[in-house]
């Protein structure tokens, strides 16, 4: 069974690709599916990502990430505050499940 996937690109980068692939002897939609059935087989991205080449919209978003954790003080944390955070949210995760299932009783 087949399925649709649909997703925005500037029109020349697809114009570019498209000619690219034909000199090559395929067409747009078998390289995205190459390029799909070779990140399965190598259980990531095939090549290397970098700032260079990461998409613009998820690099804005990093950054708007980084700026929230900066304003409310995380950017500054130890491994061991991260950690205690972790423990303490998971302490708390516990002791709500347990509430909870003592209340099915």
């Known amino acids: 069974m087949m399925t649709l996937i649909q997703c925005k690109v500037e029109e020349d980068v697809k114009d570019q690709a498209v000619e690219l692939f034909k ?6 939609s078998s390289a995205i599916r190459i390029f799909l059935i070779k ?3 190598t259980g990531g ?6 700032k260079d080449i ?3 919209e998820l690099y804005k978003m990093l950054k708007e990430i980084q700026r929230y ?3 409310i003080g995380n950017s500054n944390m130890t491994l ?7 423990r ?3 302490e708390e995760r516990r ?3 347990a509430k909870e299932k003592e209340g099915k009783k």
Do not use: K
């Open 95 to 97: 002791a709500r499940e």
């Open 69 to 71: 954790e900066e304003s």
């Open 39 to 41: 990140c399965i087989r």
């Open 45 to 50: 991205i095939p090549f290397e990502v970098t």
């Open 54 to 56: 990461m998409d613009f």
């Open 23 to 28: 000199e090559i002897g395929i067409d747009l």
């Open 88 to 90: 303490l949210a998971r």
């Open 80 to 86: 061991e505050e991260i950690n205690e955070e972790i």
